[in-house]
């Protein structure tokens, strides 16, 4: 189980390029994830220069994401100057543990619906992140949770090699404190286990205190932890 290969696979950059020791990420407006850039080989400073100069070119301040086991490339960013972003946890708990989907609160499909753009929308997950989830190759769903029949919370769940992923897990505000992260995380894990998918896994920030209580409550693990170092802006 790679949690981190299936948190890259199930929410993919708009493109992705092989430089030097790097794997550069070109985000289109998608957030940290499909943005940052990765290092695939021992650390090297003389590479770095040279990747940041590939990301400025895209219109992106240079971002890396630093991963398990990488101490010696967190150090050398921050000698920099890169400043940490977003500390992280990786989460999971075997899915058909997890998995419930009562009758008529959660529903899965193959497409997005507007009242789901709109839960999203207002929870700052807009156009571009909409885009990464029509990017997805492989399997994955749409999730909807309805609370007094209508649409009230939405998420998105994709799977790669035996993990699940669950994506922008958002309630609408007027709906929350009503179980419906919950429901949604259950169903999530419904359809990993109904498709065979052993594992369900997510992120989510380290300062996200009501999202973490939550999925600890659902009996999810931390796996691994990762952050993010943003390159200092660019003098004028």
Known sequence: MDLMAALTATWPAAETRRFRSWTLRRGAGGGNRVSAATLEGPWAAGGLAAAEAEMRAWGQR????????????????????????????????????????????????????????????????????????????????????????????CAFVAAQDGVAMLHALEVAP??????LGAVLTRGAAAWAADRGVPTLGLAVTEANTPARALYAGLGMAEAARYHYRLAPAEED
């Open 174 to 179: 007027e709906a929350r404190r009503r179980g």
């Open 62 to 153: 240079p971002l890396v994401m630093v991963r398990p086991g990488e101490a010696e490339l967190d150090a050398a960013l921050a000698a920099r100057g890169y400043e940490v972003r977003d500390r992280s946890l990786l989460l999971a708990a075997p899915a058909a543990g997890l998995a419930a989907r009562p009758a008529e609160t959660v529903i899965d499909g193959d497409g997005l619906l507007a009242s789901m753009a709109t839960i999203w929308a207002a929870g700052g997950i807009g156009p571009a992140r909409l885009a990464v989830m029509a990017r997805v190759a492989g399997p994955k769903t749409w999730l909807m949770a309805r609370l007094d029949e209508r649409v009230a919370g």
